[in-house]
């Protein structure tokens, strides 16, 4: 009964201590568990890495550490005791066996002497015996001859343990290479077979020095004198490796490794070649092209590949396979490796980002920066790549080699491959890291060289309609870097894949556009010049007559620069961004060093249409303005004039300025009104490039896609796509706005230009506008009732008046109901017009130039506006007939051309204008020049800073900074013209 209780006993403690363990945690759960770092190389010479504490531990007595420095081994002298446990223990050996055996576990007297490491030493030619056929050691070592002669022909092993047969190398009788025969590399070479006066180093130009190298001083005549005698297939792919380590330079020694590869080339001259290709002889690595001039031309640009790109369809290509051969730097092949990934790309990333390297079409570029440490331990010996591309076609599968141009090769010490094609050197086989010919001795390289640079770059055939490629072109960089501390150091490394086409035909129809079209532009602005000096009425031809000309040039040339970009930004768009006109593959974009042309014509655009702007802004901030008030007064009766005579006497009330006034400023309100609303054309912009995802159309590939995966990799844009998909944007949304103004809000809502003229009617104001000092504009403003200073009652009768047609029309002509005209004045009126202006033009000057001696400015200005008052009105009616003025409609092609024929030398001529083209001295009449400005200068901030957040910000600036002057200079400009105050220019 106790016995069957015990363990329900024991079960209830141990229930009770586990919730008392929880609900009282011990203070070790709250210790933190830390350890300090070590590695094998921070252990003394008497310690050891303990692989399970992560720490250095003692060794025992008589001990020291192991090469690996993960465990312990007797000293010399001492042999090894096996234990029950890891450890082992050391003792020494006695003084009749003071020898340790080969396995340490044993001690042994020797037949001569004894090793740094205490241990039986044999004659060179020797093995060393230590145990019987048995396996028990023997209480003597024996040293055994291994028989060089015939039939055994052995030597002994690299380990010295054990005989085995010699090269084939050597004399069928002996092992022994024997004189004049030259040793090397385990082989007997014949004397005589080449010299050994050999040169081993290897130069870096980069750095501007040059050593031995230690694989170089082993393995370069052994592997030349190999492949050269015994045709070794191994010595001369290390030969090979060897040379491309040199960076395939040739110089005046032919004792290096290409000189010493180039004579073993020539020597097979008689030979057949391999693989049908002259410049691949049997059993060498096929390293050079050769040296005849314009060969790389050849090469690259006469026989396209046997296969096309295709975009879409049943026949769609766009991958790009690449395959290549790997050696090792011994020479020995490794296996045929695709191409994909991380194969020539040193950067790290996904496997999804770095496989759109590898689709036709897509510009690839991907840069790093890598630590020398990582690419010590990564690559401890150089991979070399003989790469092709893989034509498929099933089971006769074809492969064309890529060229290589090693912009590092040398000829005679002068880079070769960093001038024009026709001095091209092109080459095969490459590496990506070399830290081993960079080492004087087996320890840390001086050197290592880095491959900085990797370009794919292919080349479309021109004029073809079939998506064909010329041999694609591998460029490969490298850089030499000294070890210095390879802890900190790093070095940089780029991957990309190139495409581009033959520029020279669409360059040449840009320069024909450009210059046909800047012909016109000549024309042009010959014609506005000689427009402008009719409205002068100055015949001269003088500096200002050529700075104007050149100021109109400006903006006509800005116009077609803009025009010819525009349309070279959506030809692009369209043709390389739409799948559907690109079945196979015949337009691909410009290389970025391409793309500079195109950038300053954008630059000269911009700086000239500015140059414009700038020029209209002037013009319309100095133009003459005169508010013409045909007002009269009207009689009102006097009171104490009837008083005192008995008789009812009116005199006559003045006319009030109020009218005049808000004239004033109601054109003040209108001079900054545009076609399109800014903020809306710039929200609007910002909304398809950013939200919609329409920037993505500018990446460097032919994806129409407007959303990306951020998984997925982003090409870098294209200038000439970023241009011409922002360009098109703007104006498609400019030319919108300006649509819907015109034909909607003006038709339906508000036409502020039209309510403008309506209110002079109404007002009886009329204006006169001179743009030019005998050419402007004239708003006629005359009220059909005669007067306008009224109560409200008689205000709204009159226009219920004139609704039901009872009053005569508006127009300047009887009969007519034109109110807007065109000016040209001749110049009795101008001169008349100054005289009665300059008590005006004298109250604008600075106080200090102001007459002293003027009794009071203010009320001979508005003499003078009185005065000009009633000659203007004067003029209109008719009044002086040697300022008399016709009407007349212009002649179409006066109107196409912005010119007048006829001069006003006898009457000034009134052109009618529908049009009311009076709108050219404000915002509105000039909202093209200010729709190309807004585009070029969102264009150019964003090609500067890559950001269409920022242009539009900048952009929106400009705008209002623009708005803000020309409001603020036009108000002051008014206001000193019309004699108005600027206080009632709200």
Not at 24 to 41: A, D, G, R, T, V
Not at 541 to 546: G, L, R, V
Not at 760 to 773: D, E, Q, T, Y
Not at 906 to 926: M, R
Request: hydrophobic share 40%.
């Amino acid at each position: 009964m106790a016995t069957g209780t015990l363990p329900s006993v024991v079960n209830r403690c141990r229930t009770f201590l586990t919730l008392f363990l929880l609900i009282y945690p011990s203070p070790s759960h709250c210790q933190q568990f830390i350890i300090p770092f070590k590695e094998p190389k921070d252990c003394g010479v008497e310690e050891f890495f303990d692989i399970s504490s992560l720490s250095c531990v003692k060794c025992g007595s008589n001990q020291r550490r192991s090469p690996t420095g993960l465990s312990c081994i007797c000293q010399t002298g001492y042999q090894a005791l096996p234990t029950d446990k890891s450890s082992i223990n050391c003792q020494k050996c006695s003084t009749d066996k003071p020898a340790v055996t080969s396995d340490g576990f044993g001690c042994i007297s020797c037949p001569g002497s004894l090793s740094d490491e205490g241990k039986c030493r044999c004659p060179q030619g020797n093995i060393l015996v230590e145990r019987d056929v048995n396996g028990n050691y023997l209480d003597e070592a024996k040293c055994v001859a291994c028989n060089g002669s015939r039939p055994a022909l052995s030597v002994p092993n690299s380990s010295g343990d054990r005989c085995e047969r010699c090269q084939a190398s050597f004399t069928n009788t002996s092992c022994v290479c024997s004189p004049p025969n030259v040793q090397a590399g385990g082989l007997c070479f014949p004397s005589g077979s080449l010299s050994t006066n050999v040169n081993p180093s290897v130069n870096f130009a980069q750095l501007k020095i040059s050593f031995h190298s230690a694989w170089f001083v082993k393995n370069l005549y052994s592997s030349s004198a190999a492949c050269l005698v015994f045709s070794n297939l191994t010595a001369c792919q290390a030969l090979g490796n060897m040379c491309v380590m040199n960076m395939h330079s040739f110089s005046a020694m032919s004792t290096d490794a290409c000189g010493l590869f180039n004579t073993i080339f020539r020597s097979r001259a008689a030979l057949s070649s391999t693989q049908d290709i002259s410049y691949w002889r049997v059993n060498l690595p096929w390293l050079y092209y050769g040296d005849e001039p314009g060969l790389a031309i050849r090469v690259l640009q006469t026989n396209p590949v046997p296969i096309g790109f295709s975009f879409r369809g049943k026949n769609k290509n766009t991958e790009i396979k690449l395959i290549a051969a790997v050696y090792n730097v011994r020479g020995e092949f490794l296996r045929w490796q695709k191409i994909r990934g991380r194969s020539l790309q040193l950067c790290p990333d996904t496997a999804k980002r770095q496989e759109a390297a590898f689709s036709f079409g897509t510009a690839y570029r991907e840069s790093c920066d890598l630590k020398v440490s990582e690419l010590l331990e990564m690559y401890p010996e150089p991979l070399f790549y003989d790469v092709f591309m893989d034509l498929g076609d099933g089971d006769n599968r074809k492969l064309l080699p890529l060229p290589t141009l090693v912009s590092n090769q040398q000829y005679n010490g002068k880079f070769i491959n960093q001038e024009s094609m026709k001095n091209w050197y092109l080459s095969r086989r490459m590496f990506l890291v070399d830290t081993l010919s960079g080492r004087e001795k087996p320890t840390q390289p001086k050197v290592i060289r880095v491959v900085s640079s990797v370009t794919i770059r292919f080349q479309l055939v021109p004029r073809t309609q079939t998506g064909q490629v010329y041999p694609p072109l591998m460029m490969v960089t490298y850089n030499d870097v000294p070890v210095t501390d390879i802890s900190t150091q790093k070095v940089s490394t780029t991957f990309a894949v190139e495409y581009e086409m033959d520029q020279n035909e669409a360059r040449m129809k840009t320069d024909t556009a450009l210059g046909v079209m800047g012909g016109v532009a000549v024309l042009c602005s010959l014609l506005k010049t000689v427009s402008w000096k009719r409205r002068i009425a100055s015949p001269l031809i003088d500096a200002k007559t050529m700075f104007t000309f050149l100021l109109f040039y400006a903006g006509d040339l800005a116009n077609v620069f803009f025009v010819v970009t525009v349309g070279t930004g959506l030809y692009w768009l369209i043709f390389y961004k739409s799948l559907k006109a690109q079945q196979f593959v015949y337009v691909l974009l410009p290389l970025p060093a391409q793309e500079e042309q195109f950038v300053t014509y954008i630059g000269c655009a911009f700086a000239l249409k500015a140059v414009q702007f700038l020029h209209k802004l002037t013009l319309q901030l100095s133009v003459d303005v005169f508010l013409i008030d045909w007002e009269r007064p009207r009689n009102k009766a006097s009171n104490r004039t009837a008083q005192a005579t008995g008789e009812m006497k009116h005199d006559p009330s003045p006319v009030s300025i109020w009218r005049t006034y808000f004239v004033a400023n109601e054109w003040n309100e209108i001079q900054t009104i545009r076609k399109i609303s800014p903020t809306f054309q710039i929200m609007a912009v910002l909304f398809f490039l950013e939200v919609l995802g329409f920037s993505n159309l500018a990446l460097r590939d032919p994806l129409t896609t407007l959303e990306r995966s951020p998984q997925a990799y982003t090409p870098s844009y294209s200038l000439i796509l970023r241009y011409g998909l922002a360009a098109t944007l703007w104006l498609c949304i400019g030319f919108l706005q300006v649509i819907f103004f015109t034909v909607f809000y003006e038709c339906f809502v508000e036409d502020k230009i039209r309510q403008f003229v309506d209110l002079c009617s109404v007002s009886n104001i009329s204006v006169l506008l001179l743009s030019h000092r005998c050419f402007g504009y004239y708003i006629h403003g005359r009220s059909v009732h005669g007067h306008a200073d009224t109560n409200m009652e008689e205000m709204n009768n009159n226009l219920k008046r004139e609704g039901e047609s009872l009053v005569a029309q508006r127009g300047l002509l009887p009969n007519t109901d034109i109110q807007t005209f065109q000016v040209s004045i001749n110049n009795r009126l101008r001169s008349q017009y100054e005289r009665i202006r300059e008590p005006l033009s004298r109250r604008n000057r600075p106080s200090r130039l102001i007459d002293a001696s003027s009794a009071n400015q203010f009320e001979q200005s508005t003499r003078a506006y009185n005065t000009m008052n009633h000659f203007l009105r004067s003029v209109i009616d008719h009044v002086y007939p040697d300022m008399d003025y016709i009407v007349r409609d212009k002649l179409m092609f006066e109107r196409v051309i912005g010119m007048e024929f006829l001069e006003p030398n006898e009457k000034s001529i009134f052109y009618n204008d529908d049009a009311h083209s009076f709108s050219n001295v404000l915002f509105y009449g000039n909202e093209v020049t200010l729709l190309i400005f807004d585009t070029l200068f969102f264009c150019v901030v964003d090609l500067g800073s890559q950001s269409f957040v920022l242009a539009a910000v900048l952009t929106y600036l400009q705008q209002m900074i623009f708005r803000l002057i020309r409001h603020s200079l036009g108000r002051r400009n008014l206001s000193n013209k019309t004699l108005v105050d600027e206080r009632f220019l709200i």
